[in-house]
């Protein structure tokens, strides 16, 4: 699969009303895609444990999307096949007193995945110049100085930050993959009303939802602007097509097993007298 085409060129300017959400490819049989899904989660346990093992770097998946744009089951089916030993997945809802009491980042800081483990961001920082910019009321009810809330370059500068942060990430040995998954707004209507008749999906819907839902435009214009802004070489955003859960899956582990692939790894080296050590703990044994 060439996801060459999704990828958001750094520097380049976005127009997201010209990425379709029901693109599928080359696939028009969806159980070709699930059987290559299955090949490529199981491509991603072998790649994980040389991964776990190689322990020189780390790799943090962001996922950001408008709601029931297919995040959670897209991170299950991925992620289905990794020891969970060597991942670990965060989901981001509305921020604590003590988150904050603490500058925006801090609280994505302190979850970050260690050497040799995959960190996977259900929502994230960008949550900071996304819901946030589309509800000023968010704003302006936080715990910031009063020229900091009436920064009119606000957007921008916290636009600078988050570039600056995942530099820093980068060369410090996180690999950073961030998708976006782009669901139309007529799917979006679909799947709540799955939720809403269905009584075993009844749990997933609120009527905040809904209310969300009405600002669409909104989302969509800061989506535009934070996408085109914070998509770099060392941290890119991927526009992954939503309206077809079977493709987004696809789609997203393909990607996340080629970065895997591209980095070089290996066990670690078996020194000399490792390799004594072994062959004198195996004679040991046979000999019990």
């Known amino acids: 699969m060439n996801t060459e085409k999704f990828l958001v060129k ?9 990425h379709a959400t029901d693109l599928t490819g080359d696939y028009t049989d969806k159980d070709a895609a ?10 991603l346990r072998e790649l994980q444990d040389v991964f ?9 998946i962001v996922f950001q999307a408008m709601d029931a744009a297919g995040k959670d089951g897209a991170i299950e089916h991925v992620m289905s096949g990794v020891n969970p030993q060597g991942c670990h997945v965060v989901s981001f809802k509305q921020p604590s007193s003590e988150d904050r009491d603490h500058d925006y980042l801090w609280r994505c800081q302190k979850a970050l995945p260690e050497r040799g483990k995959i960190g996977v961001f259900n929502r994230s920082h960008y949550e900071e110049v996304l819901v946030v910019r589309v509800h000023s009321e968010i704003l302006q009810g936080s715990q910031l100085p009063v020229e900091v809330k ?6 921008k500068k916290r ?11 980068t060369e410090n040995g996180t690999h950073i993959l961030k998708f976006f998954l782009n669901v139309s707004k007529e799917e979006q209507k ?4 799955d939720r809403i008749n269905e009584p075993e999906k009844n749990w997933k819907f609120s009527m905040g939802d809904v209310k969300e839902r009405g600002h669409w435009d909104e989302y969509m214009k800061a989506y535009t602007e934070a996408l085109s802004a914070t ?11 939503a309206d077809k859960k079977w493709f987004t899956r696809l789609a997203v582990s393909e990607i996340i097993v080629k970065k895997l692939e591209s980095m070089d790894l290996h066990y670690p080296t078996v020194t000399e007298q490792h390799k004594i050590e072994l062959a004198e703990a195996k004679k040991t044994l046979e000999a019990e």
């Open 150 to 155: 009436n920064d009119k370059n606000i957007w």
């Open 159 to 169: 636009f600078e930050h988050i570039r600056d942060w995942e530099q820093h990430l």
């Open 34 to 43: 699930v059987k290559d899904l299955q090949a490529n989660v199981k491509r």
């Open 52 to 60: 776990y093992a190689h322990d020189a770097y780390s790799l943090l």
């Open 231 to 241: 998509s770099t070489a060392n941290a890119p955003w991927y526009i992954i097509p």
């Open 190 to 193: 679909r799947r709540f009303l």
């Open 10 to 18: 750094e520097g380049s300017k976005l127009d997201l009303t010209k």
